[in-house]
């Protein structure tokens, strides 16, 4: 495993290119397009002001960038350099701004939800949506970019606006039967359209492309519900996280529960692997702590951690969350699956020093990996079951079927890994810590070589 | 009262004294007075005796005692007492005598009377007290329940008011609790009314601020773009026409129809797949469920009927391979229906096994010491038979000797010869003693050799029945439809002969010995069969022929036999030993044979 050097980056913005050939990254008002392969800065622009958001097209030849304060969207275009496009919202003002599927239009949201606007970069056309809905997940494209659903409230009522993301076409508007509309996601074959309920009723609808109603789940009633919803991406299962600390997996043929996966507090399964990381602090001598080492710095404060298994029944640290709080921290606020559908990772949010891994096959608990310290983020390998995992310290974590691995990134000043991002071809990592950013390169890309 | 129940007795009822009061009260007025007046007469003529009959008052006094005699009834006939003369003061005695002795009875049976009814009085003054104590006992204790019960009743007073408060609290609880509904329930209303009316209110104030933002011309609300770009697909743009739209939904419904499609084809796929499967299982089980009633020797006619039953859905099955295609719903039905029944069968069929196995487990278990003692025996019986030659052989030894012993006294010249002879007999015979005590010696080994044998034998037995039994299981299960039954068969199976598994089923030699034949020709597996077979005495042989010790000690019989024959060279000028000599060759008969086996 390879790390490069240590880039600097703002608010978190680096993405990869779709094609996987270049790195995008903001720092402050400036944008940077790298190679991936070489990391030379191809381009560089320069915005207007500090850049909030920042995104790839899918064709990979352009790059938005969103700055919300000032309610400014700019585009840049890899090939032409010289060509520009500014959209100002103008006074109602920016929350979010999105590429359509076909990268030609941008679609904004303004402030309050007033409307969206779909700018289009062929036409130089304006058109609105009035209505949108602000919740978790208001606007989903399919996966094969043809159909865009958008939440929209109306009347103290959910709607469901399904467009042609071709010429925004709407194609079927229906109510949905939902107190308080939370979410919506297109299934990967982009025939079903999962609806979920706010987390006060627990209510899952299943909406067929053309509107009908498919299913409706509703697990129990009278206690908060839906926490996260998630497609595997075979469009076979539906995992759906809830605050009573369990994932219900439907099938696709019924939208019937299949199982479900508990989170107990003691794992008492023996086929489960257990996966404890332990602190190894490296043993401070007295003629150590000289002046030399402490500048040097990093590696004195850096702690040495490996996997330890655990043999079974094992205790996990639980936090009560407070009764009296909103959103309370309890239940599973983290469904993924892997690219094969074959494993699911899930963290449950009262034991947040948790990463549970299950088995889609056998439908059990396969492994579960207890970390130090809070799980800040974790991502599916898009190639392979492998899972990365990072907790907000300088230690990147990898699991795979094989076995568990806890790597130290070997940078100074103290990387400490926030966020990840696998690239494309899942042969690299992103990582992304306050300021900083480092690409991790996995061992399988030198024994290709 | 009591005086005078005390005094009642003294009358003439004595024997009557058990006769309940109320008789006594019945008679006791009539009597009363006379007691009265007698009680204290009789008191204070002890004292003033001197006082009542003085010289000049004696008949009065007589008669007066005539009278209170007369009255006692006494002397009721006659005058008890009479004056001898009238004008005396003297008595006639006898009759006077007479009524003191009667008086005197009467006294003294008053006397006890008395004292039984003192000790009566006492006793039921005693009694009178017990129940006086007991009768405030009594009071105390209906006093203190009496008190107790009035505590309780207090008590129950004050619980009932207790529950009446309770009550009342409870129905005020519970009007709170429905006031608290109705006003939850009116606050949600109330809520929900009003977050409609916020909503509505934010959604007018959103709709008048974006006309308002979109009347005021904002000029800064634009789009700057250098130059327009192609569409990602590089075709232009179409107009928005009804035939778009009407396009949009074709397109729609094309990608929800080859959606149902794909689902359809991925069901109809694993129909197929489970289909397949089912219909392999089927002939798996058809087949595993056919050899068995021809195997098994015992044509019960339960076994008989199977077969036929199995024969039936053999031609079923071959119905269903043809219908399978054509996955109509009748033949669906037909399948799974035979595919019930024959599961029904195997799961007999197992169950069967499994008593079978029970019952050949305690076969078995005499069988193993069964079969080798009938041969054991019949061995046992021979060499005993051998001995017993080998007895009467020395007995008719002998007598020859006698025999030559005699003819040799009789012939007066060879009687110098007779010596010698003698001699050298019992030289020879001491020979031949020694002899026969060696062949006994090497039967007796041989015999202990040969019950050693026939004991490995019966467990080498044992080992391959549970060998063959586990192999059939392994078989059986291998002929699951999942894995594949060639690789099984060769492989598990051969794992299960050489690893031994828990004997979990035995089958009786005999019968296992058929099944076996039978099994074995339709699964198409090579060897094991051979040492399972029931053991022909050559066979017993070679065995034994196969343990070491067994070898060595045929040896030195093989060194016996020359020894002896050696022997039998020198007894051959000797007429009279012949008999002795084939007597041998018959012992050796058996080694012998041993010999050729080899």
Partial sequence: MNFSEVFKQSNQLCKVSPDGKYLATCVQYRLVVRDVGTLQILQLYTCLDQISHMDWSSDSLFILCAMYKRGLVQVWSLEQPDWHCKIDEGSIGLVSSRWSPDGRHILNTTEFHLRVTVWSLCTKAVSYIKYPKACQKGIDFSRDGCYMALAERRDCKDFVSVFVCDDWHLLRHFETETQDLAGLEWSPNGCVLAVWDSCLEYKVLLYSLDGRLLSTYSAYEWSLGVKSVTWSPSSQFLAIGSYDEKVRILNHITWKKITQFEHPATISNTKAVVYKEVVKRPAVGSDDLSLHNITIGTTLFNTQSKYEICPTPVQLPVVKPDPDRANPKIGVSTVAFSSDSRYLATKNDNMANVVWVWDMQKMSLEAVLEQTSAVRCLQWDPRRPRLAVCTGNTKLYLWSPAGCVSVQVPTEGGFQVQSLNWHCSGDSLILLGKEQLCLCYMDHDQEDK | ?598
Avoid at chain 2, 195 to 224: G, T
Avoid at chain 2, 490 to 497: N, P
């Fill in chain 2, 1 to 598: 009262m009591g005086e005078w129940w005390t005094t009642v007795p003294i009358g003439s009822s004595i024997g009557n004294y058990e006769i309940s009061s109320i008789s006594h009260v019945t008679m006791s007025p009539s009597r009363q007075n006379n007691h009265v007046s007698s009680l204290p007469l009789s008191r204070t003529s002890y004292n003033v005796i001197s006082a009542f009959c003085t010289e000049d008052n004696m008949p009065q006094c007589i008669s007066y005692i005539n009278q209170e005699l007369d009255s006692l009834g006494l002397c009721s006939t006659r005058t008890c007492i009479e004056a001898s003369s009238p004008g005396g003061a003297t008595i006639n005695t006898v009759p006077a005598v007479n009524a003191m002795y009667e008086i005197m009875q009467i006294h003294r049976r008053n006397m006890c009377n008395l004292e039984e009814l003192e000790k009566e009085q006492l006793k039921t003054s005693s009694n009178l007290d017990h129940i006086q104590m007991n009768n405030s006992r009594l009071k105390d204790q209906l006093e203190l329940s009496i008190r107790e019960k009035s505590g309780l009743h207090e008590t129950e007073r004050q619980l009932q008011l207790k529950i009446k408060t309770l009550q009342s609290c409870l129905k005020t609880e519970k009007d709170e609790v429905q006031k608290l509904q109705s006003i939850i329930a009116s606050r949600a209303s109330q809520y929900s009314h009003d977050a409609k009316r916020k909503e509505r209110e934010a959604a007018k104030l959103r709709e008048r601020l974006s006309q308002l933002l979109v009347d005021r011309k904002d000029k800064k609300l634009a789009m700057d773009v250098l130059n327009s770009l192609g569409r990602s697909d590089g075709k232009r743009s179409h107009w928005k026409t009804t035939k778009t739209t009407a396009s949009h939904e074709g397109e729609m419904y094309k990608s929800l129809l080859n959606d149902y499609e794909a689902s359809q084809r991925s069901l109809v796929l694993e129909n197929a797949e489970l289909k397949k499967v089912l219909q392999q299982m089927k002939k798996e089980m058809i087949h595993i469920l056919s050899p068995r009633p021809a195997s098994t020797r015992g044509a019960a006619s339960d076994d008989s009927r199977d077969q036929a039953e199995s024969d039936g859905e053999e031609k079923a099955g071959e119905s269903n391979r043809e219908t399978l295609d054509q996955s109509c719903e009748q033949a669906r039905e037909h399948l799974t229906n035979s595919i019930r029944q024959q599961w029904r069968k195997l799961r007999n069929h197992m169950e069967m096994l499994d008593s079978q196995a029970s019952q050949v487990q305690n076969q078995l278990e005499s069988d193993k010491e069964v079969v080798p003692r009938d041969t054991h025996e019949d061995e046992m019986e021979r060499m005993r038979r051998e001995v017993q030659q080998c007895k009467e052989f020395i007995h008719a030894q002998q007598q020859l000797l006698q025999q030559q012993l005699n003819t040799s006294f009789d012939d007066e010249t060879a009687v110098l010869l007779n010596d010698c002879y003698t001699l050298e007999e019992k030289e020879r015979l001491k020979e031949e003693w020694r002899l026969f005590e060696e062949q006994k010696r090497n039967f007796e080994r041989e015999r202990k050799n040969f019950t050693d044998a026939a004991i490995r034998l019966g467990r080498e037995k044992k080992a391959f029945e549970e060998d063959r039994a586990s192999w059939l299981k392994n078989q059986f299960l291998n002929m699951t439809p999942f894995t594949d039954r060639r690789r099984c068969s060769s492989s598990d199976g051969q794992s299960a002969l050489s690893i031994r598994s828990e004997p979990e089923m035995r089958i009786s030699s005999t019968k296992s010995q058929l099944a076996k034949s039978s099994t074995y020709a339709t699964f198409s597996t090579p060897k094991p069969t051979k040492s399972a077979t029931v053991p022909s005495t050559t066979e017993l042989y070679r065995t034994l022929r196969l343990i070491p010790d067994s070898s060595s000690s045929r040896q030195s019989k093989r060194g016996c036999w020359q020894e002896s024959s050696t022997i039998e060279d020198g007894d051959l000028r000797v007429k009279s030993n012949n008999r002795i000599r084939c007597g041998d060759l018959s012992i050796f008969s058996l080694g012998g044979d041993e010999n050729s086996l080899t």
